[in-house]
């Protein structure tokens, strides 16, 4: 798969024998290839992709900026070009949410594997004042990000970024909210995240009627980056992979 600038996803580790695949959908201001050294545990059997939003990384000459709308379905179109494998899906925070969006859409999905993402925009208490700007300027001030950090030119190019995937989270966060999906579903969450608080994580079983699970990791909203946490997440997706591929949970 060509990895120009106009592409959304790209492979971040191939695998000649490509018995499974796990597509990763990274956290706001982040790109695919931050998660190289985190999946590097998978067995040399998993081919990796990775999704990169605009902005960032192999899309920098991009502006830091997208919809729903145009995210979906030219990820979609793209995961749909690569050969069949039993494929499960991985999103961290912001993610966790685009990862939803594209299973829904038609995206090749057999699992979802989610970390320290809200679950849809019931899970977020609601807004001091009325109005999706006034909503927006909260999530943003959440992140230290002034309420006009999408205009303002004196950010560094990794806030404005940030403050752009935020904007995103926002959409995906509403957008999200009536979507079904059949496949398995694994949440996870840090004991100690400010944003995505433990109770919050059952909530994910709304989002499908197959078999879900939830499970707490020591660790703040980043902890899969730490060995500790990487271990956690390896060893869920490895039990999502392996269920996937041999058809005991599959769609």
């Given at each position: 798969m060509?990895?120009?600038?106009?592409?959304?996803?790209?492979?971040?580790?191939?695998?000649a024998d490509?018995?499974?695949?796990?597509?990763?959908?990274?956290?706001?201001?982040?790109?695919?290839q931050?998660?190289?050294?985190?999946?590097?545990?998978?067995?040399?059997?998993?081919?990796?992709?990775?999704?990169?939003?605009?902005?960032?990384?192999?899309?920098?000459?991009?502006?830091?900026?997208?919809?729903?709308?145009?995210?979906?379905?030219?990820?979609?179109?793209?995961?749909?070009?690569?050969?069949?494998?039993?494929?499960?899906?991985?999103?961290?925070?912001?993610?966790?949410?685009?990862?939803?969006?594209?299973?829904?859409?038609?995206?090749?999905?057999?699992?979802?594997?989610?970390?320290?993402?809200?679950?849809?925009?019931?899970?977020?208490?609601?807004?001091?004042?009325?109005?999706?700007?006034?909503?927006?300027?909260?999530?943003?001030?959440?992140?230290?990000?002034?309420?006009?950090?999408?205009?303002?030119?004196?950010?560094?190019?990794?806030?404005?970024?940030?403050?752009?995937?935020l904007?995103?989270?926002?959409?995906?966060?509403?957008?999200?909210?009536?979507?079904?999906?059949?496949?398995?579903?694994?949440?996870?969450?840090?004991?100690?995240?400010?944003?995505?608080?433990?109770?919050?994580?059952?909530?994910?079983?709304?989002?499908?009627?197959?078999?879900?699970?939830?499970?707490?990791?020591?660790?703040?909203?980043?902890?899969?980056?730490?060995?500790?946490?990487?271990?956690?997440?390896?060893?869920?997706?490895?039990?999502?992979?392996?269920?996937?591929?041999?058809?005991?949970?599959?769609?």
């Amino acid at each position: 798969m060509a990895s120009h600038s106009e592409d959304w996803t790209h492979v971040l580790r191939p695998s000649a024998d490509r018995g499974s695949r796990v597509v990763v959908f990274p956290h706001a201001g982040a790109g695919a290839q931050r998660y190289a050294s985190v999946l590097a545990g998978l067995p040399e059997t998993v081919e990796v992709v990775g999704v990169t939003l605009p902005g960032r990384e192999r899309r920098a000459s991009l502006a830091p900026r997208t919809t729903l709308a145009a995210a979906v379905p030219g990820i979609c179109e793209e995961l749909s070009a690569l050969e069949p494998a039993p494929t499960v899906f991985y999103g961290h925070s912001l993610g966790g949410l685009l990862a939803l969006a594209v299973a829904d859409a038609g995206g090749h999905c057999d699992g979802l594997v989610v970390s320290c993402s809200q679950p849809g925009a019931r899970s977020r208490p609601r807004p001091q004042l009325p109005g999706t700007a006034a909503e927006l300027a909260e999530i943003l001030a959440g992140h230290r990000l002034p309420a006009d950090a999408l205009h303002n030119p004196s950010l560094s190019p990794a806030r404005r970024i940030l403050a752009h995937d935020l904007a995103l989270a926002r959409d995906a966060l509403r957008a999200v909210e009536p979507l079904r999906l059949t496949v398995p579903v694994t949440a996870l969450a840090g004991t100690d995240d400010p944003l995505v608080p433990p109770d919050a994580l059952p909530l994910w079983a709304r989002f499908t009627s197959g078999p879900f699970r939830c499970r707490l990791a020591r660790g703040g909203h980043f902890f899969p980056f730490t060995p500790y946490g990487q271990g956690v997440l390896l060893e869920e997706l490895s039990a999502s992979l392996t269920a996937v591929r041999t058809g005991a949970l599959v769609h």
